[in-house]
Structure formats: structure tokens, C-alpha cells
Nanobody
């Protein structure tokens, strides 16, 4: 059974930083593309970052230059370092694994106060 467990969310002031983690189990992590999505209140879920099985990252324009995605295959964990946070970054952040099909975590809430 695939499990993705996010952690690291919380309340931070604008301009601050947070690092999210997503621990994966039950899948071939090293062959999976790993991504982060977010869903703000009243809005649709949006893709923000992905890292390929080979370690190549891609970012949505809204977070490019502020967020960094990385992975540790030895720990089956993907990270999202978020810097220069803005109130509009407030959302539930979801981890995604893609290998043959998509898997999702339950999300972690990030709240950025102004």
C-alpha cells in the first residue's frame, strides 16, 4: 500500500521560510517522479513543483526562484524548501508520486501571515 506523509507545515510570517517533507512508502521511490501541489481556500489544486526520477526539477512560475524541490532516494523522501513566503502562498500543500499512476498524500497546511 502506497503512503505519502507530508510534514513541516505551519504558520509563518511573510518573508519567512518553511521546509516541507514527504515520506513515501510502498512504491518504487527511485523510479517515481515526485511533485508538490497546493490548494488555497476556494481555489483549485495547482501544481507548483516536480522532480524527476533522475533529479531534474521544474517549477511553476508562481514559485520559481523562491521554492526548491529536492529528493533523497536513500530516505524515500522529497522536500520543498520555501523561501520568501507570501500571504498568497497560504494553502494546503500536497505531495504527489507518479509511477504508472498518481498517488497523493493528505496534505499539510501552510499559513503565511502578512
Amino acid at each position: 500500500q502506497v503512503q505519502l506523509v507530508e510534514s513541516g507545515g505551519g504558520l509563518v510570517q511573510a518573508g519567512g521560510s518553511l521546509r516541507l517533507s514527504c515520506a513515501a512508502s510502498g512504491l518504487t521511490f527511485g523510479l517515481s517522479a515526485m511533485g508538490w501541489y497546493r490548494q488555497a481556500p476556494g481555489k483549485q489544486r495547482e501544481w507548483i513543483a516536480i522532480i524527476s526520477s533522475g533529479g531534474t526539477p521544474h517549477y511553476a512560475d508562481s514559485v520559481k526562484g523562491r521554492f526548491t524541490i529536492s529528493r533523497d532516494n536513500a530516505k524515500n523522501t522529497v522536500y520543498l524548501q520555501m523561501n520568501s513566503l507570501k500571504p498568497e502562498d497560504t494553502a494546503v500543500y500536497y505531495c504527489n508520486a507518479r509511477y504508472v499512476m498518481d498517488y497523493w498524500g493528505k496534505g499539510t497546511l501552510v499559513t503565511v501571515s502578512s
